[in-house]
């Protein structure tokens, strides 16, 4: 099958590897090779004889200056799409992210999934707990000297390696025509995510629970943990920490 993953970061990269491993057609497209979602440029050389697209690109803030981004993109992708006749649209969303008004990035993850459903191109949405490469960043954000202050928000993250197994799989095959959820095997709360963390680096600042700290404060319950149809990936946080 001929696919073009668009956006070549953490999964891009990835799943052009893994596709290709599979005997696919790989094209990649980012904005550093000259491809721009955000305004059409090279676009239609990038699809050009792709059956199927992988959208796994992301906006360069989580401010409300992401609803723009994934608006224009989703948009251009679609035009782009229909114009070089591919078939299949994949998409890369969040698990609960239909959950979270509070969260402007999440509401612009959620705009690109409507606009992608209401589009003309069947499509899959592949929906992610939080990545396993994600959580380092997330402590940094609420961290000093003395300590890390974290909300007990429960989350199931998952490695990056095995979201691009789901999302190769589903690259692969007909369109879902709705989503599938994907999940590591493991629920924890952000602050025992810290502590595991923390303690694989050897790094003794303790974790200090706090509602009101970060991006994950605006979170009500469990809403970003998966639903009991959604696929479990077998990699453990504590044996990719130790990896
Ligand atoms: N982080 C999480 O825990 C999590 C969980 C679930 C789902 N997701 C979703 O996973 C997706 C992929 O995340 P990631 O971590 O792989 O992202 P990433 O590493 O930040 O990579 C983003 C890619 O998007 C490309 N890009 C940005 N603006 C572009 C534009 N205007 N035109 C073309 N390409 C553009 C970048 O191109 P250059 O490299 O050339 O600049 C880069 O290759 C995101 O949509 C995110 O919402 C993330």
């Known amino acids: 099958m001929n696919i073009t993953v668009i956006g070549t970061g953490l999964i891009?990269?990835?799943?052009?590897?893994?596709?290709?491993?599979?005997?696919?057609?790989?094209?990649?497209?980012?904005?550093?090779?000259?491809?721009?979602?955000?305004?059409?440029?090279?676009l239609d050389n990038a699809l050009a004889g792709a059956d199927t697209v992988v959208n796994v690109t992301n906006s360069p803030t989580f401010d409300d200056r992401s609803l723009?981004?994934?608006?224009?993109?989703?948009?251009?992708?679609?035009?782009?799409?229909?114009?070089?006749?591919?078939?299949?649209q994949?998409?890369?969303?969040?698990?609960?992210?239909?959950?979270v008004a509070e969260l402007d990035y999440y509401r612009a993850k959620v705009l690109q999934e409507e606009l992608l459903r209401g589009g003309p191109t069947p499509y899959s949405i592949v929906r992610a707990t939080q990545f396993f490469e994600f959580m380092e960043p997330t402590m940094s954000w609420t961290s000093d000297e003395t300590a890390v202050r974290l909300p007990a928000t429960p989350l199931q993250p998952i490695a990056s390696a095995?979201?691009?197994?789901a999302l190769a799989d589903v690259a692969g095959a007909a369109p879902l025509g709705g989503i599938l959820e994907v999940a590591g095997p493991d629920?924890?709360?952000?602050d025992e995510i810290g502590?595991?963390?923390?303690?694989?680096r050897g790094d003794r600042r303790p974790v200090v629970v706090d509602?009101?700290?970060?991006?994950?404060?605006?979170?009500?319950?469990?809403?970003?943990?998966?639903?009991?149809?959604?696929?479990?990936?077998?990699?453990?946080?504590?044996?990719?920490?130790?990896?």
Do not use: C, K, M
Request: glycine content about 12%.
């Open 68 to 88: 723009d981004f994934f608006r224009t993109t989703v948009g251009n992708l679609l035009a782009a799409g229909e114009r070089a006749g591919v078939s299949h």
């Open 187 to 190: 629920r924890f709360t952000l």
């Open 162 to 165: 095995d979201v691009v197994d």
């Open 90 to 99: 994949v998409v890369l969303s969040i698990v609960g992210a239909d959950q």
């Open 12 to 42: 891009g990269s990835q799943l052009a590897t893994e596709l290709t491993a599979r005997g696919h057609e790989v094209t990649t497209a980012s904005l550093s090779s000259g491809v721009d979602l955000l305004t059409g440029a090279g």
């Open 195 to 200: 502590r595991l963390t923390l303690a694989a």
């Open 211 to 243: 509602d009101r700290a970060g991006l994950f404060a605006a979170v009500r319950g469990d809403v970003l943990t998966p639903g009991p149809d959604a696929r479990v990936a077998p990699t453990h946080y504590r044996d990719w920490l130790a990896g």
